[in-house]
């Protein structure tokens, strides 16, 4: 099971970032998948999840309405789309499938200015 995350960078306050994540080792069409941030000196949390065929999806209530998440199954790849951009988004942003929770990528870094 290998997650590579990538699309992260400096962006200033109110801009937009796309997140990919390229998933492998599992068949990806048969489970959910989440993504999780983690900012400095704060725990790891849940940003976003999405069901195995896109049908539904969850959100922290820190960020509904401007993040999106969505899935390619044919390229198995989860994405993350991210608008109006605040400084308290800043943190390293990792994507996992649930089933195994203890697989994790290398995540990739969102830096907000203010």
């Known amino acids: 099971v290998q997650f590579v995350e990538s699309g992260g960078g400096l962006v200033q306050a109110g801009g937009s970032l796309r997140l990919s994540c390229a998933a492998s080792?599992?068949?990806?069409?048969?489970?959910?998948m989440s993504w999780y941030r983690q900012a400095p000196g704060k725990e790891r949390e849940l940003v976003a999840h999405?069901?195995?065929?896109?049908?539904?999806?969850n959100y922290a209530d820190s960020v509904k309405s401007r993040f999106t998440i969505s899935r390619d199954n044919a390229k198995k790849t989860v994405y993350l789309q991210m608008n109006s951009l605040k400084p308290e988004d800043t943190a390293v942003y990792y994507c996992?499938?649930?089933?195994?929770?203890?697989?994790w990528g290398q995540g990739t870094q969102v830096t907000v200015s203010s």
């Open positions: 996992k499938a649930p089933r195994w929770p203890d697989y």
């Open positions: 080792g599992f068949t990806f069409s048969s489970y959910g």
């Open positions: 999405i069901t195995s065929a896109g049908g539904n999806t």
